[in-house]
């Protein structure tokens, strides 16, 4: 499903926390993403060390787990959305502990039943990734791999090979977070070098937050991905400021 996205356009993909700043508002977050052009949905699952996102992220991350937010209540949430939105892909985002404490079987098993495309598992080493890599495989979902602007070319080649259908590059080094401007010139490059070793599409992340930015990188990328921004909203129970950033992002890719 969501290489049939890919194929068919540059998809927008945003992320949301599950649970944050409520069940009721995750949903509302989600659905609200979707109606106003998301294509795939990015779903974080709270966990106590994120330690790849931002104050942001953090900050959702330590709310929705303060609250109690498991993954069973993250695969309550997505099942809702996958079932009024059949066509949009949910991939969640999480730390390889709570698969780990679920069970691998397990916890692919009950991403599938409820909704659940494919993985992001962003502490999880390439090297170390082949039995969950088959495992997810089995039951239908898909695994994301990143990339960072400091991978050398064995690097991309390796998850190249792993990665099912696209790349996660993040575009700049260190954690989530809203930024001003990007390096384009080196993102252009680096993103052109990744396709020609890989084959595979590539997203790219991190800082993405305005019109500018997509009007760039969908120049540059098959898929832009935005979080910290949607997140920030998300806090505040800002619907319309959700739909209206969505909108606005949307607009970039057209022009």
Not at 85 to 112: D, H, Q, R, S
Not at 125 to 138: L, Y
């Amino acid at each position: 499903m969501i290489k049939e996205i890919f194929q068919k356009k540059k998809p927008l993909i945003c992320y949301f926390m599950a649970g944050y700043p409520s069940v009721k508002d995750s949903i509302e977050t989600a659905q609200a993403l979707i109606d106003s052009g998301a294509d795939i949905l990015e779903v974080g699952v709270p966990f106590s060390d994120p330690v790849a996102d931002g104050t942001t992220i953090q900050v959702a991350h330590e709310k929705a787990v303060k609250d109690g937010i498991t993954p069973i209540n993250v695969f309550e949430i997505t099942k809702e959305i996958k079932e009024k939105n059949p066509n949009v892909p949910l991939i969640a985002m999480t730390y390889y502990n709570p698969i780990f404490v679920f069970g691998e079987e397990n916890f692919c098993k009950l991403a599938k039943e409820n909704g659940i495309d494919g993985f992001i598992v962003p502490d999880l080493p390439p090297e170390e990734s082949e039995d969950f890599k088959k495992i997810a495989n089995k039951h239908g979902l898909e695994l994301v791999f990143l990339l960072a602007p400091t991978s050398n070319e064995n690097r991309v080649r390796l998850i190249g090979s792993l990665t099912d259908s696209f790349i996660y590059y993040v575009s700049l080094t260190g954690i989530t977070g809203e930024r001003e401007t990007l390096p384009w010139e080196e993102l252009r490059n680096k993103v052109k070098e990744i396709k020609e070793l890989t084959g595979k599409y590539v997203a790219v992340g991190f800082g993405v937050s305005k019109k500018e930015h997509t009007q760039q990188l969908s120049k540059i990328a098959d898929g832009v991905i935005v979080g910290s921004a949607i997140v920030k909203l998300q806090g505040k129970k800002d619907s319309e400021g959700m739909k209206n950033l969505v909108k606005e992002l949307k607009e970039g890719f057209t022009e």
